[in-house]
């Protein structure tokens, strides 16, 4: 079993950063991908970034390319979401989500076992 936890979520205006951080614990050894996710109100979770564990390959939506980087610290068991300039359609509650297979779709929420309890992040203009 895998537990994650998120962090650093808050309020900041249009323009502005945030580091998110997503901590495991448990079999952290076993994952294999760990990603973020956003869901604002009344609409679908979205997938933004994935980080593979073993080769620190990536992958992210169109929509926080070149704004967001993913990145890892696997001694310390912990991702991390660098978002830069932020925009108020950025606000909703960011998850971390992961898993220990290959072969699968990385934006798709069914393809993660592993799922924290969010945090919130706004954004004003």
């Known amino acids: 079993q895998v537990q994650l936890m998120e962090s650093g979520g808050g309020s900041v205006q249009a323009g502005g950063s945030l580091r998110l951080s997503c901590a495991a614990s448990?079999?952290?050894?076993?994952?294999?991908?760990v990603a973020w996710f956003r869901q604002a109100p009344a609409k679908e979770r979205e997938g933004l970034a994935v980080i593979y564990r073993p080769t620190g390959g990536t992958s992210y939506a169109a929509s926080v390319e070149g704004r967001f980087t993913i990145s890892q610290d696997i001694p310390k068991s912990i991702v991390h979401l660098e978002m830069n300039n932020l925009k108020p359609e950025d606000t909703a509650v960011y998850y971390c989500?992961?898993?220990?297979?290959?072969?699968?779709?990385?934006?798709?929420?069914?393809?993660?076992?592993?799922w924290g309890r969010g945090t919130q992040v706004t954004v004003s203009s």
């Open positions: 448990g079999n952290s050894g076993s994952l294999f991908a």
């Open positions: 989500a992961a898993n220990t297979l290959a072969g699968f779709i990385w934006a798709r929420s069914d393809s993660y076992n592993y």
